[in-house]
């Protein structure tokens, strides 16, 4: 969901999954283990003796769930004649492309709006379908997976296998939280999530003069009523701050598109 790549640092991770350069910012171990860290508090408000291992395991599911997403972009981004590399950074990633690579693979200089369009798929694609092993192996070991739609927004239920250690179990939860939930929220038509880069495309392709435009107050119009209901319904002030800013920044865009006024007409 990042748009630029974040400068280099000393303390930057880097190695290859498939010949894909991946580098890890240091910012990236910040921002998840704050977020990891809402959990590490007793119900009598001491901390959980637990707290050192669902935070290490909550770290090993976004790492693998986020490496797995950007890895999906740049696996198609490969397959389109680029040569891409994986930079994450924060609580999200970018799959980053020489572009001159294209030319050399006969592929042409800009990408077509096909290509764009399944390349912002791709990475939500890659999620659900490391959420659709974990349940696989799941179901293998003897446990369970439903959909619950009565438990919107979590609309899904599991059942461990009999016997199950504790920190497996964790792992499962937050693995099927990132990729299932996560995945959902970043296909909504939001910039620059990846459902609103591929909404974007859809715009473009149908009015390639104003797409642009009603693709920002979609993305305007989404991100405000998203965040007003995750701080009212569901009382998740981490999304509500989240979908707000997304929201304040395509009007920001749709300002400085139409010189300081609304944008535009958005019809």
């Known amino acids: 969901m990042l748009l630029l790549e974040p400068p280099r640092t000393a303390y930057d991770i880097h190695f290859q999954v498939a010949g894909i350069p991946v580098r890890i910012h240091p910012l990236f171990w910040l921002a998840t ?6 959990g590490s508090w007793g119900a009598d408000g001491g901390v959980d003796p637990q707290a050192g ?8 599911a976004v790492l ?4 797995a997403h950007e890895l999906g972009h740049a696996t198609l981004m490969r397959r389109f004649g680029e040569d891409p590399r994986v930079v994450l950074y924060m609580l999200g990633g970018l799959a980053v492309s020489d572009g001159a690579a294209r030319f050399r693979a006969g592929f042409g200089g800009r990408r077509s709006a096909r290509e764009q369009f399944l390349i912002s798929l791709a990475g939500p694609g890659a999620g659900f379908l490391l959420a659709a092993l974990t349940v696989l192996l799941l ?5 369970g997976f439903q959909i619950d739609l009565a438990g919107f927004p979590i609309f899904f239920r599991y059942e461990m296998p009999p016997g199950s250690a504790m920190p497996f179990t964790m792992l499962i939860g937050d693995l099927l939280f990132i990729n299932i939930f996560w995945g959902l929220i970043n296909l909504l038509p939001v910039l620059p999530l990846d459902g609103g880069q591929a909404a974007r495309v859809l715009f473009e392709v149908a009015d390639p003069w104003n797409g642009t435009v009603r693709c920002l107050w979609l993305s305007v119009i989404t991100g405000g009523a998203v965040a007003v209901a995750a701080g009212f319904y569901l009382q998740d002030l981490f999304l509500a701050l989240l979908f707000g800013s997304l929201a304040v920044s395509s009007y920001l865009t749709l300002q400085q598109i139409g010189g300081g006024g609304f944008g535009g007409r958005p019809w």
């Open 139 to 143: 179901l293998a070991m003897g446990g």
């Open 53 to 60: 291992m669902r935070l290490l395991i909550w770290t090993g």
């Open 64 to 67: 693998g769930s986020i490496l």
């Open 33 to 38: 283990l704050i977020l990891g860290t809402s």
